[in-house]
């Protein structure tokens, strides 16, 4: 076995972008740029008022108070520039240039307008209430990195910097394989012993919300000769191949003896990890279509999830070029106690809640790799490093958010 760190980071070494396109705006959310993205002139391009009211020259008005000006012209956001007239001031509208000779905007509310003319109790600072060219970018800074995750935010920061499209990493593809005589699909009828799939819908959901495109292929049977053939096909097209099951050393165990047969390279295929510990990672190189990596994963539930969490989701970020493929992690108190034997890093599904202003963990009872339940009531997992042999309640550990990955 080797350590899980030590694993991930072989893993993610190994990996190379995969390739880049061009998508529209509205297609943007969610991919990584593949480029960097640099303000074409300053943002904001012109001085302009942040609320409605009147412009004015802030030096025309010495001494104190109350002060009377005549209200000449206007400035509307998208309509013409009128310039300011000595003595003056112009009505203005949020969002609208601010006029030549004009360095502050008086709120409406703060002025008393009578026809024509308006009053103010005291005279506004320079630069009240004016957003000046280049506050948020000078023209040539970077606004958006290469490497980074398009959210909601950065889209609409690219659309205000006037970019139609953006050059993103293309969407690794994924294929899935899932082995065991013992599967059928969800509501298809079997004969005793047979067990409804669930792996692939945990695989396939967490990979596509970190970019991937998905092909789940249909069942493997425990037979060596079909699960080469498997195997081999699912390598044609893909960047990453998962498997779940039959990666450990049983007599059944057939996936493990079919990727190297299909060509596979395992770099390791033990971690010391729990759950998880029977993890295969490897690679082939395909002349023409370059490599693709494999991930062969545990078939109990628990298991199979939890490695594709910490291996397969940062793999298919690295592969897209993102800047932070590792989930962020944030340090909870552990509700809930436990013994156990130190030497592999612990992986504990667990519930957030928030008590006495600090976020806590509440452990699951049941840990157990079969339990698919506590995946689907889990938000979090509590991090148990190797060499701790037990954690008590109120004990700070690291987390990882499930809603990270």
């Keep these: 076995m080797i350590p899980f760190e030590e694993a991930l980071a072989r893993l993610l070494a190994a990996a190379a972008p995969v390739g880049a396109e061009r ?12 480029e960097d993205i640099a303000a074409a002139e300053p943002m904001p391009a012109f001085d302009y008022s942040a609320m409605d009211g009147y412009a004015v020259a802030s030096a025309e ?75 948020d970018l000078a023209a040539g800074a970077v ?32 294929s899935v394989l899932c082995s065991g005589d013992e599967l059928r699909a ?35 049977p425990d037979d060596a000769a079909r699960a080469a053939e498997a195997v081999s096909t699912a390598l044609r097209g893909s960047d990453l191949v998962v498997t779940v099951g039959g990666v450990s050393v049983g007599d059944r ?51 199979a999830s939890l490695t594709f969490v910490l291996f397969g989701v940062p793999l298919l970020r690295a592969l897209q070029g993102d800047a932070a493929p590792l989930p962020p992690r944030i340090v909870v108190r552990a509700a809930g106690a436990l013994r156990r034997q130190a030497g592999r890093a612990e992986f504990l599904r667990a519930r957030l809640e928030v008590s006495g202003g600090e976020l806590v963990a509440r452990i699951a009872a049941n840990q157990a790799s079969g339990a698919v339940t506590s995946f689907a009531e889990a938000d979090a997992l509590v991090v148990v490093p190797a060499d701790r042999d037990h954690i008590d309640e109120g004990d700070r550990l690291e987390a990882i958010r499930l809603a990270e990955i």
């Design 61 to 135: 008005l010495g001494g104190s108070g109350p002060f009377k000006l005549p209200v000449r012209g206007e400035s509307a956001a998208g309509g013409p520039l009128p310039a300011l007239e000595p003595g003056t001031a112009c009505r203005i509208f949020t969002g609208a240039r601010l006029p030549p000779g004009a360095d502050a905007v008086v709120p409406q509310e703060d002025a008393a307008r009578s026809g024509d003319e308006i009053a103010l109790s005291e005279a506004p600072r320079a630069g009240a209430w004016v957003r000046r060219r280049g506050a």
């Design 143 to 174: 606004a958006l990195r290469r490497g980074a995750r398009l959210t909601p935010g950065k889209v609409a920061l690219a659309a205000a910097l006037d970019r139609p499209s953006l050059f993103v990493a293309r969407r690794p593809v994924v």
């Design 253 to 303: 165990d057939v996936v493990r003896p079919a990727l190297e047969a299909a060509g596979v390279t395992l770099d390791f295929w033990r971690v010391a990890i729990k759950p998880g510990k029977p993890l295969a990672v490897g690679r082939a190189d395909l002349s023409r279509a370059g490599a693709v990596h494999v991930l062969g994963l545990p078939g109990n539930p628990a298991s």
């Design 23 to 34: 998508v529209p705006l509205e297609d943007a959310v969610g991919r990584v740029l593949a």
């Design 186 to 220: 969800p509501g298809a009828p079997g004969p005793a012993g047979t067990v409804p799939e669930s792996n692939s819908y945990f695989v396939a959901a967490a990979a596509r919300a970190a970019g991937a495109a998905v092909r789940v292929a249909p069942f493997v």
